[in-house]
């Protein structure tokens, strides 16, 4: 098993922190690590799923068959591992969840939809955040402030 963390970097303005939350699909590209297959296809793991296992003799939040060395891999979203990015973390990378890994790594990641950002000083809360294009821009009427999120970036780090 392979602890696999999941790192984001952005810049934030009047926003206080972003996060995901127990019921975000996390889009991901997968490289077996048996045969180094690596698949063009986007897979999403949410920690609210779970399939049967037959190797990791439990469920698993993501499951897959490598096509070229048929070996199952499976991946789990470790419970408790979610952190939010908050306005004090800016310019530098900070882990916001970790992954189990059996298998397989995690080799890119697709931040789409359904994050949630807190207003720095209303503290209103904006649901479903997209950050598809890797920046986001509303409106908190409560203060009368544009609010944003820019210049996404993730990476992966193993952890020991
Ligand atoms: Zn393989």
């Known amino acids: 098993m392979v602890k696999i963390a999941l ?11 972003v996060r995901t939350h127990t019921d975000y699909n996390y889009f991901l590209k997968i490289k077996c ?9 986007w897979h999403d793991v949410n920690e609210k799923e779970t399939f049967p296992s037959k190797t990791a003799k439990s469920d698993v939040n993501f499951l897959v068959k490598c096509k070229l060395c048929s070996r199952e891999n499976s991946l789990d979203i470790i419970p408790k591992s979610t952190g939010e990015y ?12 970790v992954f189990d890994c059996r298998g397989i790594e995690p080799t890119a990641f697709s931040p789409r939809d359904g994050w949630i950002a807190v207003a720095e ?5 904006f649901e ?17 402030q544009s609010v944003g999120i820019y210049e996404l970036e993730s990476q992966f ?4």
């Open 33 to 41: 690590t048996n045969c180094s297959e690596e698949s063009d296809k």
């Open 121 to 125: 000083e209303s503290g209103k809360v």
């Open 86 to 97: 908050t306005s004090d973390d800016q310019g530098k990378f900070k882990t916001i969840v």
């Open 128 to 144: 479903d955040v997209d950050l598809t294009e890797k920046e986001w821009v509303d409106y908190d009427d409560k203060t009368n």
């Open 7 to 17: 790192q984001i970097k952005a810049t934030l303005e009047n926003i206080v922190s």
């Open 157 to 160: 780090v193993k952890q020991k």
